[in-house]
């Protein structure tokens, strides 16, 4: 596991806890948002404030984080692509593992356990989750959108009453050509 960076905006040192279980700290830190946290359709801007309510408490076998995080939204709605502003509201809860109380060479690759780097524990990863996981997979700009026409892309939204003429039975368009020269006839 490679060391941590210390001056990353989402990397917390706990050694104020100490490894003394039922100690805890709170913690409020706006952090910028880092890149790609999001799907495709919707995703916090890379850069934009993520404001995390921390509180971290030291346990038996490590430090157990909780987190409140509020972050601005930007993407575009699945049927009419118009532009979507939002905010979301995730909770998330992890253990970090002391790095020493378990050896990295006896975790089961299936496992999934966060570990302490020291006295510095990442909440990137366990953040990215949370609101990824959080995300609609169909962002919509609202609940009753209509959708574009997928005959011409006009917004129904913006035209409820939009229409066209029913098309034509590629069967029978050749007599619409003969009828057409009929009523030019008389």
């Known amino acids: 596991m490679p060391s941590l960076d210390p001056r990353a905006p989402l990397v917390i040192d706990t050694h104020e806890l100490g490894r003394r279980p039922g ?12 890149a790609d946290l999001g799907i495709e359709m ?16 030291a346990v038996m076998d490590g430090v157990l984080v909780t987190a409140d995080v509020t972050a ?23 253990l970090y593992m002391y790095d020493d109380t378990r050896d ?3 975790l089961d690759e299936d496992e999934d356990v966060s570990l302490t780097d020291g006295d510095l524990v990442d909440l990137e990863p366990v953040l990215r989750d949370a609101i990824v996981l959080d995300l609609p997979l169909q962002p919509l700009c ?20 939009h229409g066209h003429e029913a098309p034509i039975d590629p069967r029978w368009a050749s007599l619409t050509g003969l009828a057409e020269a009929g009523n030019d006839a008389e």
Not at 23 to 34: D, K
Not at 75 to 90: F, K, M
């Open 142 to 161: 609202r609940p009753d959108c209509a959708g574009l026409c997928p005959e011409c892309g006009a917004n129904l939204n913006d035209e409820p009453d």
């Open 23 to 34: 100690s805890q700290r709170e913690l409020s830190l706006t952090v910028p948002a880092p």
């Open 42 to 57: 919707l995703k916090v801007p890379e850069g934009a404030e993520l404001d995390l309510d921390l509180r971290f408490e």
């Open 72 to 94: 601005e939204l930007s993407g575009e709605c699945v049927r009419c692509l118009e532009p979507i502003d939002d905010e979301i509201d995730v909770h998330f809860q992890e």
């Open 104 to 106: 990295a060479a006896t």
